[in-house]
DNA sequence: TGAATTGAAATTGTATACCGTTCGGGATAT
DNA sequence: ATATCCCGAACGGTATACAATTTCAATTCA
């Protein structure tokens, strides 16, 4: 588990940072759990002073929350957080979406098709959220606009390790990628207006399926 | 120089970036200072420690830059930087006026009329700013979406610092005021898609001013 | 039995000390 | 005169040490 970091290609803290994203990214590191100075400091063969850093950075972030004097959790999100979230993402990537159609060329058009297709012929669900990034930052990319390309990214890290599980498997991939090839088709029109409200919808389908997994989990489940 | 924090109301290292947000926000730490550990930690009476993680968080706040073995500066927006905040603040806030306009009752109506009303009586340019944050954060308010606010709050802020200078003298408040009053009176009219329309046209316009206030200062002043 | 208390261990928060890098100025060489 | 080198001061980065707070279990008291 003691991971050395590199030397001096970036900062310590910002190396630690970065691999606790992933892991918080990834649900390697659950939502709520503690992140112990100490267990960190030994994990990365330094001292907690980094460490402390690197945490600062990912609650400024949104991804950690602190306590005083109690420390640092992964930040969990409640319901009606996600669906925020997902309002905001709907915000972003409609936006990006629509500064991007104007832009696109043939090679935009293919390379986001052979996403599609690769999509289609994956049966592991678990790939699935791999391939549906890989689709919407593609789209997105010839918006030619960094800051906000970054803050999609990280608003979709964000929000992906709460809706990954219940989503994929709930709403098939079927939906979602009829959705996308639409999506697409409005690209090759041309039309940014209608590309856009085809993606606001397309989220907000998400949001609806959270709601109903949600119901059908209350249902079901223990009570709280 | 040398201000005493408070007691452990909130952390050191909060009450420090906190400070140093609204210093950077209002101009009075201009962009591209240097933010020496030493300095600050003097200022505030604590040891580099805190003062180190303030500037981390406010580094994932975009708000400093950090080089390597150099320390942090204030971070420097260019020209096409500022139109990309500008395009996330399109992104963001017609997002929650279309969120908020559904939710508005007569009280909203008003408390922003009499905003506008007092923005109109206002002749210290200085002060339209700050009335123009109470506006748009008045008509976003309703949307009730807490997280989506704050990501406004923030953006807003941030870009705020490279066009009030330029853009509030250049513009003047007739022409942003007289789209104020439309913006409203569509809420008004319970017409969600037109108000978000209208409010993406009043920012875009702030983008268009930027554009020329940049060519005239090429034109009038030194080259580079 | 159960609630309040206390004290030690664990953990966070920060000051101090030390190491490494960067930067600027003066000496030397061309 | 200009360029190069070197050294020392200034500064950033981090390990260590210590102070403060929380936690939890054992103990005491009702």
């Not at 907690?48 to 640092?72: D, K, S, Y």
Request: glycine share 6%.
């Amino acid at each position: 588990m003691k991971q050395k970091l590199k030397d001096a290609a970036t900062s310590a803290p910002d190396q630690i940072s970065e691999k606790l994203r992933k892991d918080i990214y990834s649900g390697r590191i659950a939502a709520g759990a503690q992140l112990r100075q100490d267990n960190l400091a030994e994990r990365y063969g330094v001292s907690r002073i980094p460490v402390r850093e690197a945490l600062r950075q990912l609650g400024a972030e949104g991804l950690v929350t602190f306590h005083p004097n109690r420390g640092a959790v992964v930040t969990s999100l409640s319901l009606n957080e996600v669906l925020e979230m997902l309002d905001i993402r709907i915000a972003l990537e409609c936006r990006a979406l629509y500064l991007a159609v104007p832009n696109m060329v043939d090679a935009d058009f293919e390379s986001a098709a052979k996403i599609l297709k690769a999509y289609d012929r994956e049966p592991r669900a678990t790939a699935w959220g791999e391939m549906n990034w890989r689709f919407h930052s593609a789209i997105y990319a010839p918006a030619n606009r960094s800051k906000l390309l970054a803050m999609i990214e990280t608003n979709y890290g964000h929000v992906g390790r709460f809706i990954r599980v219940q989503v994929s498997l709930a709403a098939g991939k079927e939906r979602p990628q009829k959705e996308h090839y639409q999506i697409l088709e409005a690209c090759k029109e041309g039309n940014a207006t209608k590309a856009a409200r085809l993606l606001g919808d397309h989220i907000s389908y998400t949001q609806k399926s959270l709601i109903a997994a949600h119901r059908r989990n209350r249902a079901n489940g223990a009570e709280s």
